[in-house]
């Protein structure tokens, strides 16, 4: 849809080949060109360099949207951390953290985070984000994706970046890939209309409209300490 409106688009995904071939078969149905960026999300140095080598001066808008669910609870981050929560949560925090959209006094930038409603059977706990035993007993990542989506937007929000959190809804993906056309109408909702300009901060659901998230992933106090957490862990990079 974005390229259809002729908006430059980035594919950053880990895998070179699929990317690839996801920008082969965009180039085939829609005639246009799409530019690819190397992104491990499981790899903070990797995410560094990544950032390095985007060289457009303007991110209007970001879409959080890549993630991994339920892996073997063995496995790992690069950095040791549980791989669900490094990549969907510390990779992306640390992305947008580095990189982010640019800033724009008319809510064009546009940050939106793919969460899911898993959130309302989580809490925060530390101790399951790095490899130790509480880790492999439980996963906390959705709330973490509402909570951030929450913060960005207190925090960012007086310099125009509207930052949203959303439950795509039941979508055919190599998750659970290729977005069905529902999902793909809520993310492209909350990142291009002009409606979205004024839906910083909220959690919106099928079929695009403002829902009601976990009380915790609205808490300020929560949200504050996950984005100190997170910046702690990447402010040796």
């Known amino acids: 849809v974005l390229l259809t409106k002729n908006t430059k688009v980035y ?10 071939d996801a920008i082969r078969d965009l180039k085939e149905s829609t005639g246009k060109e799409v530019c690819f960026l190397q992104l491990n999300l499981a790899n903070l140095k990797s995410i560094k360099a990544s950032e390095k080598s985007f060289c457009e001066p303007v991110l209007d808008v970001l879409f959080n949207n890549a993630g991994v669910m339920t892996p073997p609870m063995e496995m790992l981050t690069d950095d040791g951390y549980d791989l669900q929560f490094g990549t969907n949560v510390l990779g992306h925090f640390y992305f947008m953290k580095i990189r982010g959209a640019s800033q724009s006094p008319d809510g064009a930038a546009r940050i939106v985070n793919t969460s899911s409603n898993g959130h309302w059977f989580s809490s925060l706990d530390y101790n399951t984000f790095k490899d130790s035993p509480a880790g492999k007993e439980d996963r906390h990542e959705s709330l973490c994706q509402s909570k951030l989506a929450t913060e960005v937007a207190r925090r960012y929000g007086d310099q125009g970046i509207v930052s949203t959190a959303l439950n795509p809804g039941g979508i055919k993906t190599e998750l659970g890939r290729y977005f069905d056309p529902i999902s793909k109408m809520i993310a492209l909702y909350a990142g291009t209309t002009a409606e ?3 839906l910083n901060g909220k959690y919106l659901v099928p079929w695009p409209r403002i829902g ?14 996950l984005w100190n957490w997170l910046e702690e862990q990447v402010k040796d990079l």
């Open 11 to 20: 594919i950053a995904c880990r895998d070179k080949t699929k990317g690839e």
């Open 196 to 198: 979205g300009a004024n």
């Open 212 to 225: 009601n998230p976990h009380p915790d992933a609205q808490d300020p106090q929560q949200a504050s300490e």
